[in-house]
């Protein structure tokens, strides 16, 4: 029973702005859990000037949003609209332009066909690791969230666009959207300034969002006067279904749609990968675990898509990863009727924010929250829990279409890089998440890399 649901009306664990601000411009995602934390679970309210959204957490409450109510919980408003201003329609809006476009992109996102893509994703993620190898042998450490943004970004972009973007192109692309993700941290935090004022990050944000068009566009174009090859990329797929009444592609609508899957897919991917280092420092136990089981599966390598059902515990580790650090952070919503959640009377046009990072320490449903255990996934643990206990991809008719494809593109990322090397951060420090469109450390994680067999040796 979550707290105060029947009572009628129930005020909301109001934390007032004197106390709101000043805990939430030091560190804004950890603060805002540890509210939800010390409301409880129950529905709260943050007084942030004009802005007073509610923090939902409550497993219940979550469920309601994301899911028996969703149609009253819209993602449009304060949050939502920095974004679209990238993704444009697609399936990362409201209503038709949603519906439809999740209807085209599911069906390439299901078992049967990520699995179909699965050799040629082992080989571009092996293709990715020569830059690695050049660190490992001059000793230079990497920058963990810049290796892991450019190999996420090299198998998005061969998943999306088949083998029709060059390596240099791709590489071009994944800047872009780290500057779309991180530039809108202004707007974020002060989602009540209007758009005629500039706000820190604005030029960056629209140059990146030009370039991005600069670089897709002209893709899709080439490809549709290509005529149907019957690839299986993405794109291909796109052209296929969205073709006008005389075969014409519809060229802004698949900008749109891939520009979604694009952003929904590379900087959640490559911020979890970017965490799994600073996680592994800390616990040795986990790492040398993780390493004595890719050493069983993989030995040296290869690493291909049948070993990766056969890595459990990299699976566990990858899930705890996703608990205590969720790139999905927070989920906003606007209210379109009046309404309640656990009693809390929420009024039409209010902001929701369903934030994973605070459902995700709830004491009430997850021993040692704060704590980094990847034990709490060995099998048979996960059916006792609450099933809006853990959401790292949403739930509900939103929930996230790339679940599979994760589960196959990051355990093949580290299979590959953890059979090579052993690893150690060359400083480190108490990381701390900056709040985006994918929460990522603030400080890089830098990690030098070991090489475990003689150059040139394959076992
Ligand atoms: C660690 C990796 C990932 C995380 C944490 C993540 C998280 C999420 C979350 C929280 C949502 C819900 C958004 C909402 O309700 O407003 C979502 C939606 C979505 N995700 Fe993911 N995602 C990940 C990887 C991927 C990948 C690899 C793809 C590639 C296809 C993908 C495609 C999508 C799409 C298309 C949606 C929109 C679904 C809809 O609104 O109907 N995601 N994701």
Redesign the pocket.
């Known amino acids: 029973m979550p707290p105060d649901t029947d009572a009628a009306v129930t005020k909301p664990h109001v934390f007032p702005f004197y106390r709101a601000v000043p805990r939430l411009v030091k560190d804004p995602v950890t603060e805002l859990a540890r509210m939800g934390v010390e409301a409880g679970g129950r529905v709260v309210r943050l007084d942030l000037g004009p802005f007073r959204p509610y923090l939902v957490s409550h497993p219940d409450h979550v469920q309601q949003v ?1 899911k028996t109510e969703w149609s009253n919980f819209v ?1 449009e408003g304060m949050f939502w609209r920095p974004l679209r201003r990238v993704l444009g329609d697609s ?2 809006s409201e209503g038709d332009a ?1 519906e439809s ?2 209807k085209i ?1 599911k069906p390439l ?1 299901t078992a049967r066909y990520v699995t179909r893509l699965g050799d040629a994703l082992a080989d571009t993620i092996a293709d990715s690791m020569g830059d690695l190898d050049e660190h490992a042998r001059t000793g230079r450490p990497i920058d963990g969230g810049h290796q892991m943004t450019t190999i996420t970004n090299q198998a ?1 972009v061969k ?1 999306l666009f088949g083998g029709r973007i060059s390596h240099e192109t791709a590489e071009r692309l994944a800047p872009e959207f780290a500057t779309c993700a991180t530039s809108i941290h202004f707007r974020m935090l002060l989602p009540f300034a209007p758009y005629s004022i500039r706000v820190p990050g604005d030029r960056a944000f629209l140059a990146s969002a030009q370039k991005i068009d600069d670089i897709v566009r002209p893709v899709i174009e080439r490809t549709a006067r290509e005529g149907d090859t019957g690839a299986t990329d993405v794109l291909s797929a796109l052209l296929r279904a969205r073709g006008g009444p005389r075969g014409e592609p519809d060229v802004r609508q698949i900008r749109d749609d891939l520009v ?2 694009y952003g ?3 900087e ?2 490559a ?2 990968l970017t965490w799994l280092w600073a996680v592994l420092h800390e616990h040795p136990d986990v790492d040398d675990r993780l390493h004595e089981e890719i050493e069983s599966v993989v030995g040296g390598g290869p690493v291909r898509p049948s070993d990766v059902p056969r890595l459990g515990y990299l699976r566990m580790v990858l899930q705890e990863v ?1 608990r205590v650090h ?3 952070w927070i ?3 606007q209210v379109v009727a009046d309404t309640e959640i656990g009693g809390v009377r929420i009024k039409a046009g209010s902001q929701v924010l369903v934030s ?1 990072y605070t459902t995700h320490r709830l004491a009430e449903f997850w021993e040692r929250p704060w704590e980094f255990d990847p034990e709490r996934w060995s099998p048979g643990r996960e059916q006792r829990r609450h099933p809006f206990a853990f ?13 599979r ?2 589960y196959l ?2 355990p093949l990322v580290i299979a590959n890089v953890l059979s090579r090397y052993r690893q150690e951060l060359t400083d480190p420090q108490r990381f701390t998440p900056l709040p985006g469109a ?1 929460m990522r450390p603030k400080e890089k994680i830098m990690v030098r890399l070991v090489p475990k067999r003689p150059a040139g040796g394959d076992s």
């Open positions: 994301l993602r399936v990362f949603w476009s999740r992109l996102f998005v998943v979604n899957v929904a897919a590379s959640t991917t911020m979890s996703l969720p790139p999905g989920i906003p919503r994973p959401i790292p991809f949403g739930g509900g008719p939103h929930v996230c279409l790339g679940m494809l994760y593109e990051a994918s």
